[in-house]
């Protein structure tokens, strides 16, 4: 579709993925990561490397869940499955139940990229902004206080137990916001997001991440036909769409 | 359960219900009824009393969806549906489909009562704060918007396909905010659906709005034994919870 076509049906809401395209998820668990082995004396670990992996776990996590492995859960324990794995792996002894539950939990503490929260402040003059994670709902509630995000409303793959990029999740989150999938643009970092959403009718904008995966990480970007929108931020997006400063 | 003993478990997330207790729907409905009136030429219908026959239809109309009468639907084809009654009752001819549609979207556009806003700012400085109504996701969406109230989050009987004051619509709301039911505080100004959280685990607020059914409307207000607070409006309810202004 061109970006003419693309503007032809006007935007109402706005949806969100979050881990990546709002926060910086690397970064931040890298520094939990960190301050847990400050706390706990631990040497050897490439926090780096750990965050890289817990990430890693959480595709195949969620298509366990989606092919039955494993019954409907949503992110917090599957997190903590993964996290559980990696403890062994990494060579991590001697956490404490609590110590594991405040380290799984750094995924409600996630940093927000430097544009985030102004980018939402003006793009929620003109449209609904809601999230559109497969983050549970606390999760989302719980990293919007921590990182200053303002929403209209967090939605969640938990609220209709099936994971992006199932066409689903992108449809009925939609319709709770009250917009036709036409009239709803869906903002990530991740193709395979986009192009979910384009198959349950969505528009997509892209927005650029380059640091997602680290200095040397390779995010995958650039701009492709398909694209409704591309943008550098949330600041520039809200331009592009029309929102005055 | 003494105020007290209420204390002991510490309160992580307030819900709220929102019609007559955040908003004032009755002045609200009645300045749509006067517009509308005005607009279309319509010089015989008292306002009051056909807002008051609107809301008077909203809880049988949900006991038809409870009691399976009626399909699943949430609140705006069920507001239709009593409209549409109401405009023969009324003797309101000649409005277009497009008239019907936004006056029942007068719903989404209530006016706060005076201290609703600046209550939630101070609660949710200490407290999660989310809606806890019977309307829809995008009702409510729609009127923080438009009362400018901020929330977490809004959560909704819509998505628990149930309706207030069914356990289910209290436990699943503590349940997705992270907190236990003990740990959620439900504030409303009706007593049957601080009863339901009550009855589901929850702590209760009562909140005076005794003008929620005009001047001579007798609201039930009064304090009673089982209510953990009672409070004369959000800013005394943030006072009574340790909210520093």
Same mark, same amino acid.
């Given at each position: 579709m061109?970006?003419?076509?693309?503007?032809?049906?006007?935007?109402? &809401?706005? #949806?969100?993925?979050?881990?990546?395209?709002?926060v910086?998820?690397r970064?931040?668990?890298?520094r939990?990561?960190?301050?847990?082995?400050?706390?706990?004396?631990?040497?050897?670990?490439d926090?780096?490397?750990f &965050?890289?992996?817990?990430?890693a776990?959480?595709?195949p996590? @969620?298509?366990?869940?989606?092919?039955?492995?494993?019954?409907? @859960?949503?992110?917090?324990?599957?997190?903590?499955?993964?996290?559980?794995?990696?403890?062994?792996?990494?060579?991590?002894?001697?956490?404490?139940?609590? !110590?594991?539950?405040?380290? /799984?939990?750094?995924?409600?503490?996630?940093?927000?990229?430097? !544009?985030?929260?102004r980018?939402?402040?003006?793009?929620?003059?003109?449209?609904?902004? %809601?999230?559109?994670? /497969?983050?549970?709902?606390s999760?989302?509630?719980?990293?919007?206080k921590?990182?200053?995000?303002?929403?209209?409303?967090?939605?969640?793959a938990?609220? @209709?137990?099936?994971?992006?990029?199932?066409?689903? #999740?992108?449809?009925?989150? %939609?319709?709770?916001?009250?917009?036709?999938?036409?009239?709803?643009? @869906?903002?990530?970092?991740?193709?395979?997001?986009?192009?979910?959403?384009?198959?349950?009718?969505?528009? &997509?904008?892209?927005?650029?991440?380059p640091?997602?995966?680290?200095?040397?990480?390779k995010? !995958?970007?650039?701009?492709?036909?398909?694209? !409704?929108y591309?943008?550098?931020?949330? #600041?520039?997006?809200?331009?592009?769409?029309? #929102?005055?400063?």
């Open positions: 061109s970006a003419a076509a693309a503007n032809a049906s006007p935007i109402k &809401a706005l #949806v969100f993925d979050v881990f990546g395209t709002v910086d998820w970064s931040s668990i890298i939990e990561g960190k301050a847990l082995a400050k706390r706990k004396g631990i040497g050897h670990v926090w780096a490397e &965050a890289d992996a817990w990430r776990g959480y595709g996590a @969620m298509n366990r869940v989606r092919k039955g492995e494993l019954p409907w @859960m949503n992110i917090d324990p599957l997190h903590r499955l993964i996290l559980d794995g990696l403890l062994v792996r990494f060579k991590i002894d001697g956490l404490e139940e609590a !110590d594991k539950e405040h380290f /799984n939990r750094a995924w409600h503490r996630l940093d927000a990229w430097p !544009d985030s929260a980018g939402l402040t003006l793009l929620r003059k003109k449209f609904i902004c %809601a999230t559109l994670s /497969n983050g549970n709902v999760l989302l509630v719980n990293m919007a921590y990182a200053g995000l303002q929403w209209d409303t967090v939605l969640s938990e609220l @209709m137990k099936a994971y992006k990029p199932d066409a689903i #999740v992108y449809q009925r989150a %939609a319709e709770m916001l009250g917009a036709g999938p036409a009239e709803t643009l @869906m903002v990530a970092a991740h193709k395979g997001d986009l192009q979910g959403a384009r198959r349950a009718g969505l528009k &997509a904008a892209f927005v650029e991440r640091l997602e995966k680290g200095p040397g990480g995010a !995958d970007t650039g701009r492709e036909d398909w694209m !409704d591309y943008a550098r931020d949330f #600041v520039d997006l809200a331009k592009q769409l029309g #929102v005055r400063g």
